[in-house]
C-alpha cells in the first residue's frame, strides 16, 4: 500500500466546507446541552471519515467535530467535565485512516475526549458495533452520527435505522440523490437491485422511483422515498432534508436529518442559519416536479401558504403546528407563519384563560387553532 503524502490531498468545494461547518455547529450544541443530562458517556460517529484535512482546510469533519466538543467541554459550567465524549472515525482506506490518526494525534484533547480511528467500512464497523450491542442486550449511549459517503452506495438503511432506534441517537445522511438516479436508471438494473435494496432497507423502490423519468423529476422522489423509510421507523417523528448545490445552481446531494426529539432539528436548523451565508444551499422539499426553494429563514409567506394548505379546515393542537414547521419548512416553530396568516384573517384561536396581545402566538396559552381554507 502507498504511503500517502500532501500532494495527495484535494481542495474542499466551497458545498463540501459549509457542511464541514454545519456539522462543527450542530457537535457544539449537542455535546453542550446533552452534557448536562443523566449519563456517562456521548458518542460522535464518523463513518466515512476521509484523511481528515484538505488543501485549502485544516479540519475535515473529524477534526472539525473534536474541535467542536473540546469547545463545549471548556464553557463555563459545562456538564461534559464528568462525561466521556467517544468519537468513533470509521475510514475504509488505510492510508487515509492512518493519516488521520496522524492529524488527531498531533493535537493534545482532553482526557475526556477519547477517540478512536478504525479502517474498514461503514457497515463492517459501526454495523457490527450495533450488532454487538444488540446481542449483549446493551443499550447505546447517546449518539449523533455523520454518515458521508463517497458516492450513492455504502449507506445501508439497516444501520442507519439501528442507530435510531435507540432513544438520543440522531444521525445526519450525505443522500446522493443524483448517483441513487443514475443506478435506477442503469440499464442494466439488475446489478443495482442490491445496492438499491440496501440504501432504502426493502425493494419499495421499485414501484415508487419510475427510469424512465428525467432527472430532476427523480432525484425528488428518491429523497421523498428515503424521508418516507425514516418516517416509518418507530419513534422517528423529525425528518428534514435540505439540498446542497453547486455554484452554479445544480445539485450535488441532500443531507437528511433524522432525530426522535424536536430539539434536535431545531438546534440542527439553528446550525444551518448560522452557515447560510455563502448561497451554496437551498432548502428542498418532496415536492415533485417543483422548483428548489431558497432557504430563507425571514420569509414565511410562501411557507405560510403551503401551512395552510397542508392543516386547514380543522381545529388542531399547536404540537401539530409546531411538528408541521420543524419538518416542512426552514423554520423552527410556527409563529412567523402564523402571524403572516393572521393578519389575512385566517386564523383563530381558542385560548386558556385571558387572550394574549393581537397577532401573538404564546404556545402555553393555546387550546386549538383553526386555519381558514
Same mark, same amino acid.
Given at each position: 500500500?502507498?504511503s ?12 463540501t466546507?459549509a457542511?464541514?461547518?454545519i ?5 457544539y ?7 448536562s ?6 458518542v ?9 484535512e484538505y488543501?485549502n ?15 463545549a467541554?471548556?464553557r463555563p459550567?459545562?456538564g461534559?467535565?464528568s ?6 472515525f &470509521?475510514e475504509?482506506?488505510?492510508e487515509?485512516?492512518?493519516?488521520l490518526?496522524? $492529524? ?13 480511528v478504525q ?6 464497523? &459501526?454495523?457490527?458495533f450495533?450488532?454487538? +450491542? ?5 443499550? $447505546? ?5 455523520f ?15 439501528? +442507530? $435510531?432506534?435507540y ?6 445522511v450525505?443522500l446522493?440523490?443524483d448517483? +441513487?438516479?443514475?443506478?435506477?436508471t442503469a440499464q442494466? +438494473?439488475e ?14 423502490w ?7 423519468l428525467p *432527472?430532476?423529476e427523480?432525484?425528488?422522489r428518491?429523497l ?5 423509510r425514516?418516517?416509518?421507523?418507530q419513534n ?9 448545490n ?10 437528511v436529518?433524522?432525530?426522535q ?10 446550525? *444551518?442559519k ?6 451554496t444551499?437551498?432548502f428542498?422539499d418532496?415536492?415533485?416536479g417543483q ?14 401558504? !403551503?401551512?395552510r394548505?397542508a ?5 388542531l393542537?399547536? #404540537?401539530?403546528? #409546531? ?6 419548512t426552514?423554520? &423552527?416553530n410556527?409563529?412567523?407563519?402564523l402571524?403572516?396568516l393572521?393578519g389575512?384573517d !385566517? &386564523? #383563530? ?8 396581545? !393581537?397577532?401573538s ?5 393555546i387550546?386549538?387553532? !383553526?386555519?381558514?381554507?
Amino acid at each position: 500500500m502507498p504511503s500517502f503524502k500532501p500532494t495527495d490531498l484535494w481542495p474542499a468545494e466551497p458545498h463540501t466546507l459549509a457542511k464541514i461547518e454545519i456539522v462543527r455547529r450542530y457537535v457544539y450544541l449537542w455535546f453542550s446541552i446533552l452534557g448536562s443530562r443523566p449519563g456517562k458517556s456521548l458518542v460522535y460517529i464518523d463513518g466515512f471519515a476521509g484523511p481528515g484535512e484538505y488543501t485549502n482546510s485544516t479540519q475535515g469533519s473529524p477534526l472539525a467535530a473534536l474541535a467542536a466538543a473540546k469547545g463545549a467541554l471548556e464553557r463555563p459550567g459545562s456538564g461534559l467535565r464528568s462525561k466521556e465524549c467517544c468519537f468513533l472515525f &470509521v475510514e475504509k482506506r488505510k492510508e487515509f485512516a492512518e493519516h488521520l490518526r496522524t $492529524l488527531i494525534s498531533s493535537t493534545t484533547w482532553p482526557g475526556q475526549l477519547k477517540w478512536e480511528v478504525q479502517e474498514g467500512t461503514f457497515e463492517e464497523k &459501526v454495523g457490527g458495533f450495533l450488532d454487538h +450491542i444488540k446481542q449483549e442486550r446493551q443499550q $447505546l449511549a447517546p449518539t449523533f452520527a455523520f454518515v458521508d459517503p463517497f458516492g450513492a452506495t455504502g449507506l445501508p438503511f439497516k444501520v442507519v435505522s439501528d +442507530i $435510531l432506534s435507540y432513544p438520543s441517537c440522531e444521525v445526519l445522511v450525505n443522500l446522493d440523490s443524483d448517483g +441513487i438516479g443514475r443506478l435506477v436508471t442503469a440499464q442494466n +438494473i439488475e446489478k443495482n437491485r442490491d445496492h438499491l435494496d440496501a440504501i432504502f432497507g426493502d425493494n419499495t423502490w421499485i414501484s415508487e422511483l419510475d427510469p424512465a423519468l428525467p *432527472m430532476r423529476e427523480l432525484t425528488p422522489r428518491i429523497l421523498a422515498l428515503y424521508k418516507q423509510r425514516l418516517h416509518s421507523l418507530q419513534n422517528v417523528k423529525y425528518v428534514f432534508a435540505f439540498a446542497m448545490n453547486t455554484r452554479e445552481g445544480q445539485l450535488n446531494y441532500h443531507l437528511v436529518f433524522a432525530s426522535q426529539h424536536p430539539l434536535g432539528l431545531e438546534k440542527m436548523k439553528e446550525a *444551518m442559519k448560522a452557515v447560510d451565508k455563502s448561497g451554496t444551499y437551498s432548502f428542498s422539499d418532496d415536492s415533485v416536479g417543483q422548483e428548489l426553494l431558497p432557504f430563507d429563514f425571514d420569509a414565511p409567506k410562501v411557507w405560510a401558504e !403551503r401551512m395552510r394548505k397542508a392543516l386547514s379546515g380543522a381545529w388542531l393542537g399547536y #404540537q401539530e403546528f #409546531q411538528d408541521y414547521a420543524l419538518n416542512e419548512t426552514p423554520f &423552527v416553530n410556527p409563529k412567523s407563519m402564523l402571524r403572516h396568516l393572521f393578519g389575512e384573517d !385566517r &386564523v #383563530q384561536v381558542e385560548w386558556e384563560g385571558t387572550p394574549p396581545r !393581537r397577532g401573538s402566538f404564546p404556545e402555553e396559552k393555546i387550546k386549538t387553532i !383553526r386555519i381558514e381554507p
